[in-house]
């Protein structure tokens, strides 16, 4: 079974609208973690937003929030205010169990992602 | 600028050759990574080494073989590769004890693509 699913390959947005990329997870660790990267064509994986499983606030960083639901188990990235550098492959990652108990390394599953594009 | 330098940008090898990916970071991380992603796939893990020691292999075949020479330095030797292994070949780094509201958040480089003809 995939431990990350993205169900939308493609999505398109216009400028300066919000855009909400979905992803779901599978787990049965109460602990874990769940984050979202962003790859442009030039191929680097930038880290956009962290949410931890025990977090009872919904992480944001700058335009980015992220649409926390434990119950549905979905991790949702919010995009508001959508600008053209923001065409690009989207992926939700999941890290399961305590990061301490795996060293401090941070072992990811990647979804399939999502390729979005913004419309001037 | 990224945070993490891959060298070569772009390879291209012979199934007979021996080639080397090399990964660089200055961010003071104790673990490295070595991801394969294919084209229009996710990332998949290779390898992870946490204070110069490997700690992770995702069961790669032996004709990948990563090394670590220092905490800021991490190689991927490559030799006797098959053409399904053309791939981009992903690096990064996290810190191991600054743990970020319970993540250790790594930093990627921009990769280095690799083609086996």
């Known amino acids: 079974a995939q431990k990350i699913t993205q169900t939308q390959p493609g999505m398109f947005v216009q400028e300066k609208e919000a855009v909400t990329l979905d992803c779901t997870y599978d787990t049965s660790d109460q602990s874990y973690g769940l984050f979202w990267y962003k790859q442009p064509s030039s191929g680097e994986m930038i880290f956009l937003i962290y949410?931890?499983?025990?977090?009872?606030q919904n992480a944001t960083e700058g335009r980015y929030s992220l649409n926390f639901q434990k119950a549905r188990k979905s991790a949702n990235l919010v995009i508001s205010a959508s600008q053209l550098g923001d065409s690009a492959m989207y992926f939700c990652a999941m890290r399961e169990g305590r990061v301490r108990a795996q060293g401090g390394s941070e072992k990811l599953v990647f979804g399939k992602g999502t390729k979005l594009t913004v419309n001037p | 600028d990224t945070e993490v330098t891959q060298t070569p940008k772009h390879l291209v090898m012979g199934m007979t050759n021996k080639k080397s990916l090399k990964c660089e970071q200055h961010?003071?991380?104790?673990?490295m990574y070595w991801y394969k992603q294919k084209a229009k796939k996710p990332p998949e893990l290779m390898f992870v080494?946490?204070?110069?020691?490997?700690?992770i292999n995702e069961s790669v075949p032996s004709r990948f073989s990563p090394e670590c020479p220092n905490s800021s330095l991490l190689n991927l030797h490559l030799h006797a590769l098959q053409p399904e292994d053309s791939a981009l070949y992903l690096c990064?780094?996290?810190?191991?004890?600054?743990?970020?509201?319970?993540?250790?958040?790594?930093?990627f480089g921009a990769g280095s693509r690799l083609t086996v003809l």
């Open positions: 080494y946490s204070y110069e020691k490997l700690s």
């Open positions: 990064a780094s996290s810190p191991l004890d600054r743990v970020l509201r319970g993540a250790n958040v790594l930093t």
């Open positions: 961010m003071g991380h104790r673990a």
């Open positions: 949410q931890g499983s025990y977090d009872e």
